[in-house]
């Protein structure tokens, strides 16, 4: 997220923007407090959560009710990213998973974010989404399966790929003006 922040955390003085490290940046005013907001992206774990060639894919609360995408989550502090894509896949699926390998990173700028993708096994047992979350979800078949165009569509074109298969991205739909 892009987050406009006005005071700095440890001093509580305004922050102001400066050159740090060759870039304009937010930092504290108070020359004596060293706290300089440096903007990080934040890394975000992703699955491509599947049952042999079948693949779930979510609906988050609030998205288009055409939008599906996979099960994805921040990671939490003193966790590695296997365990963090794992835990993110129970808390949203309801299933245990065998996390196989780094599909990619991927970049997702407009958010601040970076996407760090796996290949996932899901468990046998019935999908009970985690509704704090997500409104829905959908199986879909690797052959049906269609890439999108941002991070985690670039992980399903990856994971396809693995298999031989090439289905046409889609494209964003376009929202037609007047
Ligand atoms: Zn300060």
């Known amino acids: 997220m892009q987050y406009d922040y006005k005071y700095c955390p440890i001093c509580k003085n305004k922050l102001i923007i400066k050159e740090e490290g060759g870039l304009e940046r937010k930092r504290c005013s ?39 995408s996979l099960v994805t989550g921040f990671m939490e502090a003193g966790e590695s990213p296997e365990e963090g894509i794992a835990r993110e896949v129970k808390e949203e699926t309801g299933l245990d998973c065998a996390v196989g390998p780094l599909l990619g990173i991927y970049e997702f700028s407009q958010m601040n974010q970076i996407i760090i993708a796996y290949d996932v096994l899901l468990s046998e047992g019935e999908i009970i989404i985690d509704e704090s979350e997500l409104v829905d979800y959908k199986i879909v078949h690797s052959s049906q399966l269609r890439p999108w165009p941002s991070g985690t569509g670039q992980a399903v074109k990856k994971w396809l790929s693995q298999r031989g298969i090439e289905n046409e991205e889609m494209g964003f739909k376009k929202i037609k003006k007047g």
């Open 30 to 68: 108070d020359p004596e407090c060293e706290f300089v907001f440096w903007n990080n992206p934040t890394p975000v774990l992703a699955a491509v959560a599947h049952r042999d060639d079948e693949v779930v894919l979510v609906q988050s609360i609030g998205w288009p009710t055409h939008w599906y």
